[in-house]
Structure formats: structure tokens, C-alpha cells
């Protein structure tokens, strides 16, 4: 088990798509089910190849990785 220290920002949004998903008539979806479903979709995305973790020094490289796995 980890503790997860976020900005406002970011701790902000999570709770907007928790409470997005319910307002658009699902389950609240709270941020640690959140967090747990993007931890396994980037252990896939890892282990199939889909990122490149190699040279990466900082945050801002490993979210330009994944921006470019996403094609974003």
C-alpha cells in the first residue's frame, strides 16, 4: 500500500470523475478505484511494450512517454 501525495488540481479532478460518472447515471466512482483501474492500465501498457521507460528522468518525461503511447 502506498500514500499518494497530489496537487489540489489533480485531487480535484479525481473526485470530478467520480462524481461525473454518477451525475451521468453510474456509481460514484471513488479516486482510489480510480488511481487502481490507471495503475493497471499502465502495467499493461508497460508489459506489452506500449511505453518506453528507458532515459526517463523525471515526471515530465514519463508523461511525455505516455502522451505519445496514447498518440496525444
Known amino acids: 500500500m502506498i500514500n499518494v501525495t497530489l496537487?489540489?488540481?489533480l485531487d480535484e479532478f479525481?473526485?470530478?470523475v467520480g462524481n461525473?460518472?454518477?451525475r451521468l447515471g453510474g456509481y460514484h466512482l471513488p479516486k482510489t478505484m480510480?488511481?487502481?483501474s490507471l495503475t493497471r492500465l499502465l502495467k499493461e501498457m508497460v508489459d506489452s511494450g506500449k511505453v518506453d521507460l528507458s532515459g526517463v528522468f523525471s515526471e515530465e518525461d514519463f508523461l511525455a512517454?505516455?502522451?505519445?503511447s496514447f498518440g496525444l
Open 7 to 9: 496537487t489540489l488540481e
Open 20 to 22: 461525473e460518472s454518477r
Open 14 to 16: 479525481l473526485q470530478f
Open 34 to 36: 480510480i488511481l487502481r
Open 65 to 68: 512517454r505516455l502522451r505519445k
